[in-house]
């Protein structure tokens, strides 16, 4: 059975559940709080805690969520979370993914969910070779294998597809959790993402980087989403977090070391040397051209159809292709772009 099977059906059975408990206590995902104008805002991450959270972290501590009314709760996920079903469900009121691509693929499973916001402008995949045998454009994949996480085969499919590269003209292979098999010339080139600098290490300066941005698929990482519902209801609180998010991740970019600290102490199972190491090239995604024009965590319509496109002509979706609109929504963006352009 597809895993998106599994995931409408889980879906299906906490929508079912929480169905139940909401005739009981009204649950909406966002509440009131203490205060009458606070909402308590749950947010389900797609992963464990991570550098992606420096801007939210930075938010709370410096209370801009507060002055905001908003009261955030962050939700670590994890191996075993499909944090995705679980804000589609109505467990926690917004989610943060890894890659767009989820969005996309969970509304057509039959999930209510929408992106409105992207933390990063460009997603940080990237394909890693040596200078011994440099991968440097698609082309100079032809003829090599690479070794990709189980999750990523189909960035790659779509990366051939995009440059006019036959699958057959590239041996991919499953990635280990480590660099090794690049290092031991099992793999020419090995998957992972440019903020993950503990994972590079090894490669020094014999690294090799073809992002997978610059190669002709452009997709974004760290993207909020929401349902139909709490954008129907409850737009005026997504607002309020967008906007306290937004000065907590211009905070960051201005203070770099201090928005570290702050992660670490909330976090303290991170590793202080290698995120200070990592903050940077985190500024450098959530920041940008696009962003001094439209504000911290644009998006925009073109670069959404283009990926509905690639993943279609790929017949990736198990159900009916969605419409931007589906996948999308952009008034959150547009009732926040005096606040998010101030830090952009």
Same mark, same amino acid.
């Given at each position: 059975?597809?895993?998106?099977? &599994?995931?409408?059906?889980?879906?299906?059975?906490?929508?079912? *559940?929480?169905?139940?408990?909401?005739?009981?206590?009204?649950?909406?995902?966002?509440?009131?709080?203490?205060?009458?104008?606070?909402?308590?805002?749950? +947010?389900?991450?797609?992963? &464990?805690?991570?550098?992606?959270? $420096?801007?939210?972290?930075?938010?709370?501590?410096?209370?801009?969520?507060?002055?905001?009314?908003?009261?955030?709760?962050?939700?670590?996920?994890?191996?075993?979370? @499909?944090?995705?079903?679980?804000?589609?469900?109505?467990?926690?009121?917004?989610?943060?993914?890894?890659?767009?691509?989820?969005?996309?693929?969970? #509304?057509?499973?039959?999930?209510?969910?929408?992106?409105?916001?992207?933390?990063?402008?460009?997603?940080?995949?990237?394909?890693?070779?040596?200078?011994?045998?440099?991968?440097?454009?698609?082309?100079?994949?032809?003829?090599?294998?690479?070794?990709?996480?189980?999750?990523?085969?189909?960035?790659?499919?779509? $990366?051939?597809?995009?440059?006019?590269?036959?699958?057959?003209? !590239?041996? +991919?292979?499953?990635?280990?959790?480590? +660099?090794?098999?690049?290092?031991?010339?099992?793999? @020419?080139?090995?998957?992972? =993402?440019?903020?993950? !600098?503990?994972? &590079?290490?090894?490669?020094?300066?014999? #690294?090799?980087?073809?992002? &997978? =941005?610059?190669?002709?698929?452009?997709?974004?990482?760290?993207?909020?989403?929401?349902?139909?519902?709490?954008?129907?209801?409850?737009?005026? !609180?997504?607002?309020?977090?967008?906007?306290? *998010?937004?000065?907590? =991740?211009?905070?960051?970019?201005?203070?770099?070391?201090?928005?570290?600290?702050?992660?670490?102490?909330?976090?303290?199972? $991170?590793?202080?040397?290698?995120? $200070?190491?990592?903050?940077?090239?985190? !500024?450098?995604?959530?920041?940008?051209?696009?962003?001094?024009?439209?504000?911290?965590?644009?998006?925009? #319509?073109?670069?959404?159809?283009?990926?509905?496109?690639?993943?279609?002509?790929?017949?990736?979706?198990?159900?009916?292709?969605?419409?931007?609109?589906?996948?999308?929504?952009?008034?959150?963006?547009?009732?926040?772009?005096?606040?998010?352009?101030?830090?952009?």
């Amino acid at each position: 059975m597809s895993n998106f099977m &599994l995931n409408r059906r889980r879906f299906m059975s906490q929508t079912a *559940a929480i169905g139940s408990l909401a005739a009981a206590s009204s649950f909406i995902g966002i509440k009131a709080g203490l205060a009458k104008d606070t909402a308590k805002v749950r +947010m389900q991450l797609g992963w &464990l805690a991570s550098n992606g959270l $420096l801007g939210e972290v930075a938010a709370i501590k410096k209370g801009f969520f507060e002055e905001e009314g908003v009261e955030l709760e962050i939700v670590p996920g994890g191996p075993s979370v @499909d944090g995705v079903a679980g804000v589609a469900s109505g467990q926690s009121a917004i989610g943060q993914i890894s890659s767009s691509p989820s969005v996309m693929l969970a #509304r057509s499973a039959g999930m209510p969910v929408k992106a409105f916001l992207s933390g990063y402008q460009k997603h940080p995949f990237t394909y890693f070779s040596l200078k011994t045998k440099p991968i440097r454009e698609p082309k100079d994949m032809i003829g090599k294998t690479i070794a990709t996480q189980p999750t990523a085969f189909i960035l790659l499919r779509a $990366l051939l597809a995009k440059n006019g590269i036959a699958e057959d003209q !590239v041996k +991919m292979v499953n990635m280990g959790s480590d +660099m090794n098999q690049l290092i031991t010339g099992q793999a @020419d080139a090995a998957t992972g =993402w440019l903020t993950n !600098v503990n994972a &590079l290490d090894v490669l020094g300066d014999n #690294r090799v980087d073809m992002m &997978l =941005w610059d190669s002709g698929l452009q997709l974004y990482a760290n993207v909020y989403y929401t349902t139909d519902d709490q954008i129907d209801k409850h737009s005026d !609180v997504l607002e309020r977090f967008t906007r306290a *998010a937004a000065k907590g =991740w211009g905070f960051v970019r201005e203070n770099q070391q201090e928005a570290v600290e702050y992660l670490c102490e909330a976090y303290p199972i $991170l590793d202080k040397p290698s995120e $200070l190491r990592a903050v940077g090239p985190c !500024v450098d995604f959530s920041f940008g051209d696009t962003t001094k024009a439209a504000g911290w965590g644009t998006m925009t #319509r073109e670069n959404w159809a283009a990926q509905i496109k690639a993943y279609a002509d790929l017949k990736q979706f198990k159900g009916t292709v969605p419409a931007v609109d589906d996948v999308v929504n952009f008034s959150i963006l547009e009732a926040t772009i005096d606040a998010r352009k101030q830090v952009g």
